[in-house]
């Protein structure tokens, strides 16, 4: 469970809102402007904001540049009109981690906030992460990377997204075709890779991880798979 804002000022999208982060049971906290919500923000932990740029009082921008400020790696998505190609990006640039443009599947909301609160790994921004099996293990969701209770791993942009990749779907096999896929992102490196080239990446972020209670199991046949290590 987890303790969200959302900040919308349409009255019908944030009783939506409510229901169905509540009924996936998450606590929720709502806000009907940015004033509000800054106010919220400062005053109560949340573990991920949802806020719409077209606030009154405060903009969602404006509140995202106060936030960022404080709470660097604190999820937000961001919730834009459809036809707000500059608001997503200049949303995107100002630190929000997702976005969705309106009008959007109510379910694909929730999957969205549920990646970006397994992505982040943090119980409250408020709080500092106690690091406990898989949970020493945070990654930087903007820089290439990540640390291992108090120690920093370095990573090459591609360990970085395997590792993103992985976590976000911790327990679950990732096909080798997603993981492909993931690295050939627009802005990413396209260097064609050797087909032995997964299995390099896996074994290098395997020694990387070291002594983290994690594993990655290579399922044969079907892809891999991030995990706890037994105790003891
Ligand atoms: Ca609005």
Not at 9 to 19: K, M, P, V
Not at 52 to 65: E, I, N, R, Y
Not at 171 to 194: F, I, Y
Not at 218 to 225: C, K, W
């Amino acid at each position: 469970m987890a303790h969200l804002l959302i900040a919308e000022d349409d009255e019908l999208l944030r009783d939506g809102l409510r229901a169905i982060f509540t009924q996936a049971g998450h606590e929720v906290s709502t806000c009907v402007n940015g004033a509000l919500a800054w106010e919220a923000i400062q005053t109560e932990a949340f573990d991920a904001v949802v806020l719409d740029l077209g606030l009154p009082l405060l903009d969602g921008f404006q509140v995202l540049a106060r936030l960022r400020q404080r709470w660097p790696t604190l999820p937000v998505l961001i919730l834009t009109a459809r036809d707000g190609v500059e608001d997503r990006v200049a949303g995107l640039n100002a630190g929000a981690d997702d976005y969705l443009t309106k009008p959007f599947n109510l379910d694909e909301l929730l999957a969205r906030v549920q990646a970006m609160l397994r992505r982040a790994n943090l119980p409250a921004h408020a709080t500092p992460a106690t690091p406990n099996t898989a949970d020493a293990l945070r990654i930087d969701t903007e820089r290439p990377r990540a640390w291992l209770g108090n120690t920093a791993i370095d990573l090459t942009q591609r360990e970085w997204e395997l590792l993103q990749l992985l976590w976000a779907n911790f327990g679950q096999v990732v096909s080798r075709e997603a993981v492909l896929a993931a690295w050939q992102t627009p802005d990413g490196d396209n260097t064609p890779l050797a087909s032995n080239a997964l299995e390099v990446y896996v074994h290098r972020l395997r020694r990387k991880l070291g002594d983290a209670p994690l594993t990655i199991r290579n399922v044969r046949g079907l892809g891999y798979l991030l995990q706890s290590l037994p105790h003891g």
